[in-house]
């Protein structure tokens, strides 16, 4: 089997530098990767023009995206762009100024992008142009109350804390739903009375396939709802799989469902950083912390790892999204 996998590179940082984690990477990167072999290669390095991001203290990487049929939609934090795979040929570009932050996109109703727009605590959804045709708070408040309609947000590092953190949009049953991160939930943006929480943990995914949605939690934990009853009807913790005790995974996101029973999931090293600070699960665990970013098969129904595959030595350093490579 082939992957992409999206993500980044660190940048380099001076003996005992404490970056904030907004502005630790500087080369926005997809790998393509073939788990049989092992070989790998980047297929996409890209870097974010100065007029999309902030003069300083900002980080250039891809983050979460949705791959239809051959058309891969990705984002950075300021940025879509659309690729036709697998020659990876830019065939669109979207940015406008309230875009900050952002974590997934997705396509929407005829050729709309819809993103989360994390920095602003909303759901926009843009047409192919950049034209901006909706937006949806997602903590029920009017956004221009926090956020001004004459600031660029392209140019703001940081509009943290967040609220909420929205940080993957889905379709289902032709509704638009979208994670947050801080409620542990999803929230129906077009019948906002809608929602369903999922973990105990922050967060992330929300890929619908057949009867479930898939999602995962940063501590380590991937969770199948029912996308009929949106009850739990699995969920498996990934600690303690074939790890030592006390081992941390790593940060938990990113998804490839191989089967009802196999996936892939990605795993970005914890590191010693101020940010680490509020992350309770990591203070609670944290004995062993120096395991790589890496993505990881697991056959969920046997509890077990079938196969690990370090990212740092092919040159991501964070990892957001795993898809299939589609030929």
Same mark, same amino acid.
């Given at each position: 089997?082939?992957?992409? /996998?999206?993500?980044?590179?660190?940048?380099? &940082?001076?003996?005992?530098?404490?970056?904030?984690?907004?502005?630790?990477?500087?080369?926005?990167?997809?790998?393509?990767?073939?788990?049989?072999?092992?070989?790998?290669?980047?297929?996409?390095?890209?870097?974010?023009?100065?007029?999309?991001?902030?003069?300083?203290?900002?980080?250039?990487?891809?983050?979460?995206?949705?791959?239809?049929?051959?058309?891969?939609?990705?984002?950075?934090?300021?940025?879509?762009?659309?690729?036709?795979?697998?020659?990876?040929?830019?065939?669109?570009?979207?940015? &406008?100024?309230?875009?900050?932050?952002?974590?997934?996109?997705?396509?929407?109703?005829?050729?709309?992008?819809?993103?989360?727009?994390?920095?602003?605590?909303?759901?926009?959804?843009?047409?192919?142009? %950049?034209?901006?045709?909706?937006?949806?708070?997602?903590? %029920?408040?009017?956004?221009?109350?926090?956020?001004?309609?004459?600031?660029?947000?392209?140019?703001?590092?940081?509009?943290?804390? +967040?609220?909420?953190?929205?940080?993957?949009?889905?379709?289902?049953?032709?509704?638009?739903?979208?994670?947050?991160?801080?409620?542990?939930?999803?929230?129906?943006?077009?019948?906002?009375?809608?929602?369903?929480?999922?973990?105990?943990?922050?967060?992330?995914?929300?890929? /619908?396939?057949?009867?479930?949605?898939?999602?995962?939690?940063?501590?380590?934990?991937?969770?199948?709802?029912?996308?009929?009853?949106?009850?739990?009807?699995?969920? /498996?913790?990934?600690?303690?799989?074939?790890?030592?005790?006390?081992?941390?995974?790593?940060?938990?996101? %990113?998804?490839?469902?191989?089967?009802? +029973?196999?996936?892939?999931? %990605?795993?970005?090293?914890?590191?010693?950083?101020?940010?680490?600070?509020?992350?309770?699960?990591?203070?609670?665990?944290?004995?062993?912390?120096?395991?790589?970013?890496?993505?990881?098969?697991?056959?969920?129904?046997?509890?077990?790892?079938? &196969?690990?595959?370090?990212?740092?030595?092919?040159?991501?350093?964070?990892?957001?999204?795993?898809?299939?490579?589609?030929?």
């Amino acid at each position: 089997m082939e992957l992409y /996998v999206s993500g980044g590179r660190q940048r380099r &940082q001076l003996a005992g530098e404490v970056a904030p984690e907004w502005s630790l990477y500087d080369r926005a990167r997809i790998v393509r990767i073939d788990t049989e072999s092992l070989r790998s290669e980047i297929v996409v390095e890209y870097d974010t023009p100065p007029e999309a991001r902030p003069d300083e203290g900002y980080s250039i990487l891809f983050k979460q995206g949705t791959l239809d049929g051959r058309r891969l939609y990705i984002c950075t934090s300021t940025e879509v762009l659309i690729f036709d795979t697998p020659e990876f040929r830019r065939v669109g570009y979207v940015s &406008q100024p309230t875009f900050n932050d952002l974590h997934h996109v997705c396509p929407g109703a005829s050729g709309s992008l819809l993103v989360a727009s994390t920095g602003l605590d909303m759901v926009v959804e843009c047409a192919a142009g %950049g034209e901006l045709l909706r937006q949806w708070s997602v903590i %029920g408040e009017n956004s221009r109350d926090r956020f001004s309609k004459s600031t660029d947000y392209r140019k703001v590092a940081t509009t943290k804390p +967040h609220k909420s953190h929205p940080n993957f949009v889905f379709h289902l049953n032709g509704d638009i739903w979208v994670t947050r991160a801080w409620q542990k939930d999803a929230l129906c943006l077009t019948c906002p009375e809608r929602r369903f929480s999922v973990g105990t943990e922050t967060i992330h995914d929300g890929l /619908v396939i057949g009867d479930s949605i898939w999602f995962t939690s940063v501590d380590g934990k991937v969770i199948e709802i029912d996308r009929g009853s949106l009850q739990v009807k699995r969920l /498996v913790d990934l600690n303690g799989i074939d790890s030592k005790p006390g081992t941390v995974l790593g940060w938990c996101r %990113g998804l490839c469902p191989v089967s009802e +029973h196999l996936t892939w999931v %990605g795993f970005t090293r914890v590191r010693k950083t101020k940010f680490r600070e509020n992350l309770l699960w990591v203070k609670h665990r944290f004995t062993n912390p120096d395991v790589p970013t890496h993505i990881a098969l697991y056959d969920l129904d046997r509890k077990k790892c079938l &196969q690990e595959i370090d990212l740092e030595e092919r040159g991501l350093n964070v990892v957001f999204s795993i898809f299939p490579v589609v030929l």
